[in-house]
C-alpha cells in the first residue's frame, strides 16, 4: 500500500521559512518523479514545484526550493520568504508521467499538510 505522508506545516509569520517533508513508502521511490501542490479554501489545487527522478528540480517564485533523498524515501520543499497568500493545504503527490506539472499526471497524493502565514 502506497502512503505519502507530509509533515513541517504550521503557523508562521510573514517572511518567515518551513520546511515540508514527505515521506513515502509502498513504492520504488527513485521510479517516481515527485511534486508538491497546494489548495487555498475556494480555489483548485495549485502546481507549487516538481523534482524529477535524476533531481532535476523546479522552483516557485524562486523563494521555494525542492530537494529529495531517495535514500530515505523523502522530498523535501524549503520555503523561504513566505507571504500571507502562500496559505493552503500543501500537498505531496508521485507521477510517472510527464513533467510533474499536471496534477492529472500523479497517481498518488498525500493527505496534505497546513501552512498558514500571518501579516
Known amino acids: 500500500q502506497v502512503q505519502l505522508v507530509e509533515s513541517g506545516g504550521g503557523l508562521v509569520q510573514a517572511g518567515g521559512s518551513l520546511r515540508l517533508s514527505c515521506a513515502a513508502s509502498?513504492?520504488?521511490?527513485?521510479?517516481?518523479?515527485m511534486g508538491w501542490f497546494r489548495q487555498a479554501p475556494g480555489k483548485e489545487r495549485e502546481f507549487v514545484s516538481s523534482?524529477?527522478?535524476?533531481g532535476a528540480g523546479t522552483y516557485y517564485e524562486g523563494r521555494f526550493t525542492i530537494s529529495r533523498d531517495n535514500a530515505k524515501n523523502t522530498v523535501y520543499l524549503q520555503m523561504n520568504s513566505l507571504k500571507p497568500e502562500d496559505t493552503a493545504v500543501y500537498y505531496c503527490?508521485?507521477?510517472?508521467w510527464g513533467s510533474g506539472r499536471r496534477k492529472d499526471d500523479y497517481v498518488y497524493w498525500g493527505q496534505g499538510t497546513q501552512v498558514t502565514v500571518s501579516s
Open positions: 523534482i524529477t527522478r535524476s
Open positions: 509502498g513504492l520504488t521511490f527513485s521510479s517516481y518523479t
Open positions: 503527490g508521485a507521477t510517472q
